[in-house]
């Protein structure tokens, strides 16, 4: 299987996904700006989504899919799919729960993570909350038909179905905001609705893609099929996995919860200033890691499996190339080109000048760990892949601590982009941890040849990067929106400029992209 060529068509989809994200963005900065109204948002956005990455994207999946992987690969498709109906149905019930805990509980949620807002935007907030908890009801069965859709390939509809989620954003803020301003409440809420609109949405696509391979769930609705699913011993096993890798995903998103209480002190528009910066980071994730993790988690659980220990080397070796190779730049130009890719994305109507130079500080933050951010997700699943979710837990503990202790000395001196630039710089320590224990374990071996290979992306990198920074010194990007047109064509033309230097560097230098289609 060519990985290149799939998790290519990952990207694509999730360029789209991610293109829609932006616009989603320039939208609710056009029509509310950046100030406590928005700040709710978020905080609320926030809670539902905080938990959609701890349980459905998060601890679930780095159990689930392995144990998918490992079981299909052993036992066949029927005892699969009997796994799947098992954990499906234990999923539903435990949704149920949470939802309705969470929407009696929405204050407190709130004041965990947004005590600064003002009482007004506080109310808001959890309004908002309560209306978008069962978010995380359909998010965590699309991640169950997202991990079963991977593992039998087929990426398409995975990958392009949180393009769903944006365009019912978009839709709803046009249609609603203007409609609920004039009835006296919040045009804010507008965006609350498309959020559960695109949970809606999202679910619809996947459920007949998972017909079409004969692994639709059997959900159980009764407390004995409750029991009998809990009893299937796949369950227990994930269930055990959860655990550890629960504690890793939890101490991420407990640096969100802190980061987002500290902005919420700050300044009023702050939270907003980092979310907007935080969409931009997301977008070379999305592309990159995620399109990775996609790809690599259920081939890396399957050599695993079946013993392949210089395949699942090579699995690893080709990741962390792919990571060098398109991470890097990306690292550079959030760094070298905050913000003229701040102005032509945000500024606009209600965002302002001075909102684009706080958010672009937070832009440059995230650059700094962006490498480790990226690395982390071709790593993490390394041990995943071995059903060892605990050491990935530890080494996040341990970073948890130490983010913070960055968070003491970057925020009092450069404010919210402190807050940035601190979980960047604990991705980097994060990542070097986990590659330094897996070649511990020699469960990873480098393959030959990554000096020249590191040397040829650094070339490339510092001459696209000395073309960004001239493009952002000599042009008045902030000047140029008085043309939006002229602005974004610009911005294009600077952006295909850079990677067309980028890869012309690097075949100059001798590197063939053939060569990076197979690992090994």
């Known amino acids: 299987m060519n990985l290149l060529r799939a998790a290519s068509t990952i990207s694509l989809l999730t360029l789209a996904s991610r293109i829609t994200g932006l616009i989603r963005e320039q939208m609710v900065a056009g029509l509310f700006g950046a100030n406590a109204m928005t700040d709710a948002f978020l905080v609320a956005f926030r809670i539902p989504n905080l938990l959609r990455r701890l349980f459905a994207e998060g601890a679930f999946s ?135 609109l695109g949970g809606v949405l999202q679910l619809a696509v996947q459920w007949p893609a998972l017909a079409r391979i004969g692994m639709r769930p059997r959900m159980r609705w009764t407390w004995r099929g409750l029991r009998e699913s809990r009893a299937h011993p796949g369950v227990g096993r994930m269930l055990l996995a959860m655990g550890p890798a629960l504690l890793g995903v939890g101490v991420s998103q407990l640096s969100l919860m802190i980061n987002t209480q500290i902005s919420s002190h700050l300044a009023e528009g702050a939270t907003s200033w980092l979310n907007y910066a935080d969409r931009l980071m997301e977008f070379p994730i999305g592309l990159l890691g995620v399109a990775l993790s996609a790809v690599l988690t259920p081939q890396l659980s399957a050599a695993q499996a079946s013993g392949e220990s210089e395949r699942y080397s090579r699995l690893l070796d080709w990741g962390l190339r792919m990571v060098l190779l398109l991470a890097l730049p990306c690292a550079v130009a959030l760094l070298v080109f905050a913000e003229p890719l701040t102005a032509v994305l945000y500024h606009r109507g209600k965002f302002l000048a001075s909102d684009v130079a706080h958010t672009a500080q937070s832009v440059m933050g995230w650059g700094v760990g962006l490498m480790g951010l990226i690395a982390v997700k071709v790593l993490a699943p390394g041990f995943y892949a071995r059903q060892d979710t605990g050491t990935p837990a530890r080494i996040a503990v341990a970073v948890l601590v130490l983010t ?100 012309a560097v690097l075949l100059a230098a001798g590197l063939r992209p053939r060569a990076l289609g197979r690992p090994g």
Not at 472 to 486: F, T
């Open 404 to 503: 913070q202790g960055f968070n003491l000395v970057f925020v009092p001196w450069i404010g919210v982009a402190g807050l940035a630039l601190s979980i960047g710089l604990g991705a980097l320590v994060n990542a070097s941890w986990l590659l330094w224990g897996l070649k511990k374990l020699g469960s990873y071996r480098p393959e030959p040849g990554w000096a020249g290979f590191a040397l040829r992306v650094a070339l490339g990198c510092l001459a696209m990067g000395l073309l960004q920074w001239q493009l952002a010194e000599r042009l008045d990007w902030i000047g140029l929106g008085r043309h939006e047109i002229q602005r974004a064509f610009v911005m294009a033309a600077s952006l295909a400029a850079s990677a067309a230097v980028y890869f």
């Open 62 to 196: 780095q159990a689930f899919v392995p144990l998918l992987a490992g079981t299909r690969a052993t036992e066949g498709d029927e005892a699969t799919h009997r796994l799947v109906d098992a954990v499906a149905t234990v999923l539903l019930w435990a949704l149920a729960a949470t939802s309705v805990i969470g929407i009696v509980g929405a204050p407190a949620l709130v004041w965990l993570l947004g005590s600064g807002l003002s009482p007004k935007a506080f109310d808001a907030s959890v309004a908002m909350t309560r209306f978008m908890f069962p978010y995380i009801g359909f998010m965590s069965l699309v991640a169950l038909s997202a991990g079963i859709l991977n593992t039998w390939r087929r990426f398409v509809v995975p990958a392009a179905s949180p393009v769903l989620l944006n365009l019912s954003m978009i839709g709803m803020g046009w249609a609603l905001a203007g409609p609920l301003e004039r009835a006296g409440h919040p045009p804010i809420y507008a965006m609350a609705a498309g959020v559960m």
